[in-house]
């Protein structure tokens, strides 16, 4: 508790800031002490031979005598007293006066009132130190990829004439997304069909030939060489109607391919080429991606690819987690967590020998393409079950300086604090690897406002149950 004691110092000669300093340096020197009494002095001139003191205190605050050349004048808070000098000379004296509250008067009187009133504990929210298995969870950056990704390029080469679908849009198998013009692939079709037709006749005159000569041969009218040459144009003849019917089916293919189809359902790129562009079978017109289910690839280290795996084949523990069986919470760059789970497909075939990791490859669900190729998210699976771990709320560790410590309130309701070493985040909780026993009360509010050895009276939290 800190007293005030202002006084107004009246003297002819003025002199306030020496009045000022030799006020506070006697004051200073009282039983009170400078960090008890706070003095404020003000001084100003008045006519000559008068000195007035006018002290604003506490009522009933008692004042020690006021000491002036000698004189004393006995005061009480409120009341204006006039020391009147004989002398003049008293006056060319520093003027020093003595402003004294004892602390046997001043302090205790003025909270004599509250005497005697307990002063309550403060109170705080406790929970308990919790154990249990809980388990523990790796994660990793993913990739995420269509699930099959297809680059359109055209069959044949012509000038691109048309773009019939939206970029960025849905497309269906079958559907056309380009057409090339067709006019010079339709000229094409029409002499394979000219061709063959013209195959076609000279198979029908061999045909009537052989047939015609055939009986004059057994009859021997005719040389028999002349029906064997005649034979032999027919095969021919037959051949050439068959290539020609391949032609014209080559010829119908290039027609149809003009007009550029998605091979597979899925969301469609933004487009490579322009329309007047020269296309051929090497250009790139657009690419299309199946994303639902989508992809996403993370690469994992060794050392943990390997623990993975033997914990999945330890049948005899009970604790054992299947590492490819778990399903995966995917985390995106926004903080979110993506509502659907999935599940890892598979393992790369080989490590990387330059990272020493292997890809894993899993798939989540994507009902209305919310994930897109290319997006980065965290994946979250569970890898191991840690057996007896400690638990309390988040709120009851409190970091200070890159160390973290937490309160905790024995059975004499004194606060310890401990420094602790926090781990994995279950739910609402934090794993402490260190620092704290089973069952111990540990202070959930008011952590900030505490310090070693302070009492308080603690009152069970209102946490959730979840995480515990």
């Keep these: 508790m800190q007293t005030e004691f202002r006084a107004i110092v009246q ?27 706070l003095v404020r002095v003000v001084a100003r001139p008045i006519h000559p031979g008068d000195i007035q003191i006018v002290s604003a205190l506490p009522q009933g ?38 402003l004294v509250a004892g602390a046997t008067l001043a302090m205790p ?17 406790v929970a308990p130190v919790v154990q249990q298995d809980v388990p523990v969870y790796s994660e990793w950056v993913a990739t995420l990829d269509g699930y099959v990704n297809a680059e359109v390029r055209p069959q044949v080469s012509g000038y691109m004439i048309k773009q019939n679908y939206k970029e960025g849009a849905l497309v269906r198998r079958g559907q056309v997304l380009f057409e090339i013009d067709p006019r010079p692939f339709q000229a094409a079709l029409d002499r394979a069909k000219g061709d063959l037709a013209q195959a076609q006749a000279q198979l029908g005159k061999s045909t009537l030939d052989v047939e015609r000569d055939t009986p004059l041969a057994k009859a021997r009218a005719i040389a028999q060489s002349q029906l064997d040459n005649e034979i032999q144009a027919n095969l021919g003849a037959q051949a050439a109607v068959e290539s020609n019917k ?86 995106l760059t926004d903080g979110s967590i993506y509502p659907h789970k999935g599940k890892i497909l598979l393992a790369d075939r080989q490590v990387d020998p330059s990272t ?82 089973p069952g111990e009360q540990v202070v959930v509010e008011g952590l900030q406002k505490l310090k070693e050895g302070t009492l308080v009276t603690p009152k069970p939290a209102n946490l959730s149950a979840e995480g515990h």
């Design 109 to 125: 009187g003025c909270g004599r009132t509250q005497a005697g009133a307990p002063v309550p504990l403060p109170e705080v929210r």
């Design 246 to 331: 391949a032609a014209v089916e080559q010829a119908e293919l290039n027609l149809e391919w003009t007009k550029v189809t998605s091979l597979l359902d899925g969301i469609a790129g933004i487009a490579q080429v322009q329309i007047g562009n020269l296309v051929g079978p090497n250009s790139i017109l657009t690419s299309v991606s199946q994303v639902n289910p989508i992809k996403a690839y993370f690469p994992i280290s060794e050392q943990a690819y390997v623990l993975a795996q033997k914990q999945s084949n330890a049948a005899s523990n009970k604790h054992a987690i299947s590492f490819f069986g778990n399903s995966l919470a995917l985390t």
């Design 11 to 37: 003297s002819e000669y003025g002199a306030p800031e020496k009045v000022l300093r030799i006020a506070k340096r006697q004051l200073k020197s009282e039983e009170l002490g400078a960090d008890n009494v």
């Design 356 to 437: 020493g990791t292997i890809r894993i490859v899993a798939a989540f669900p994507n009902p209305g393409n919310t994930l897109r190729p290319g997006q980065y998210g965290r994946v979250r699976v569970e890898t191991n079950m840690k057996s007896g771990a400690l638990l309390v709320p988040q709120s009851a560790v409190g970091q200070l300086q890159g160390s973290y410590q937490a309160a905790v309130v024995g059975s004499d309701h004194k606060v310890s604090m401990r420094a602790v070493k926090p781990g994995e985040t279950v739910g609402t909780n934090w794993v402490i690897d260190s620092g704290l026993k």
């Design 61 to 98: 605050t008692r004042l020690a005598p006021l000491l002036y050349d000698g004189k004393s004048c006995l005061r009480q808070p409120g009341v204006r007293t006039q020391c009147t000098s004989a002398s003049r000379s008293i006056l060319n004296k520093l003027l020093l006066f003595t």
